[in-house]
């Protein structure tokens, strides 16, 4: 029995080229092989690496191992084949998959994360990442690979500066609520990640992208409308989006939208709006175009405002919604 095990250990991989090399041969025959044996193989192959990767429970990753079974992967153009191959992989391999790549992209040598660097330069990995959305078995894997990816700043430069992004737009309004709500996920991390990055892409796609998150907005699906006005209302209140800000509330336009939006039969939707369209109120250097909209619009906008809904232990809506009744008022 001591001579088999010892003859079993010796035909496993041991060295990090010999595993990269085991996964990718098992990968690489996924197309000629039988499928249920091909599939075998790899499911095997991608529990081992997560293993190794990430340890067994009982003992910690050899990080010496990791970093070179890591560089290895990236020589081996392993990590293209992980993203091409993830629509046919079973559930397990590629929930294993999914922990394997949060690890991989995590990994530097001298300073530089190599796995991140691979991806620089192989774009057209993150876009195939962003099209596994259309596909309900595999959106929520390509997801959470995604929002890894999103950490970095040149990945996510990458996808803001795409046709991609505009996908995003379609997805948080697929009827699947998981889906669209992690997609949601995704398109939050990608605005709010990097302040550097969303500040230079939405001073060049200002009227492009309002034009498209306007769609969301005005949205037949209560969800999607509800979280877009949500996430507007955060995002624009940033003080490190205060100049994106300061553009938008100079647009009767968008004035005109969340008047729309304090009419919703929602609640919480009308107070999402307020959030938003107090500022246009507030703001001391309001544009003649909004002062004269808010003129048109004075009576009903107090009857909305003084039918906002009561806030449960929040005086300072209360308070704020006080002030904005007041400076419409003199108008």
Not at 236 to 262: P, T
Not at 301 to 318: Q, T, V
Request: glycine content about 4%.
């Amino acid at each position: 029995m001591s001579f088999l095990f010892r003859m079993a250990s010796r035909m496993r991989p041991s060295t990090p080229e010999e595993v990269v090399r085991s996964i990718k041969d098992s990968f690489l025959a996924l197309p000629t092989k039988t499928g249920a044996r091909a599939h075998e193989e790899v499911e095997k192959n991608i529990s081992s690496l997560r293993q190794l990767l990430s340890g067994d429970g009982e003992t910690e990753p050899n990080q010496e191992q990791v970093l070179q079974i890591s560089l290895e992967i990236c020589n081996e153009d392993l990590l293209s084949l992980f993203v091409q191959n993830l629509p046919s992989l079973g559930w397990g391999v590629r929930k294993d998959l999914v922990n394997c790549w949060c690890i991989l992209l995590g990994q530097k040598a001298d300073e530089k994360y190599f796995c991140v660097k691979y991806m620089e330069e192989h774009v057209e990995l993150l876009y195939f990442l962003v099209g596994c959305y259309k596909n309900l078995d595999v959106a929520l894997n390509s997801g959470n690979m995604l929002r890894e990816c999103i950490k970095y700043p040149t990945l996510a430069k990458y996808i803001l500066e795409s046709d991609s992004f505009e996908l995003f737009f379609e997805y948080v309004e697929l009827p699947n609520f998981d889906i669209a709500s992690d997609a949601l996920s995704t398109f939050k991390d990608l605005l709010t990640k990097h302040e550097t990055v969303v500040a230079e892409f939405l001073g060049s796609h200002y009227e492009q992208f309002f034009e498209l998150y306007t769609r969301i907005l005005k949205s037949s699906n209560y969800v999607t409308r509800r979280q877009a006005v949500k996430f507007l209302s955060e995002f624009l209140l940033e003080a490190s989006n205060s100049k994106i800000m300061k553009r938008y509330i100079q647009e009767v336009r968008f004035l005109n939208i969340m008047i729309g939006l304090l009419k919703d039969s929602s609640k919480n939707i009308r107070i999402c709006a307020f959030h938003v369209f107090k500022v246009f109120v507030a703001n001391p250097n309001k544009p003649r175009g909004i002062v004269e909209a808010l003129r048109e619009n004075r009576r009903e906008l107090l009857k909305l405002l003084h039918n906002l809904p009561a806030s449960k232990g929040e005086d300072e809506l209360d308070e704020e919604r006080d002030l904005i009744i007041q400076a419409i008022e003199k108008l």
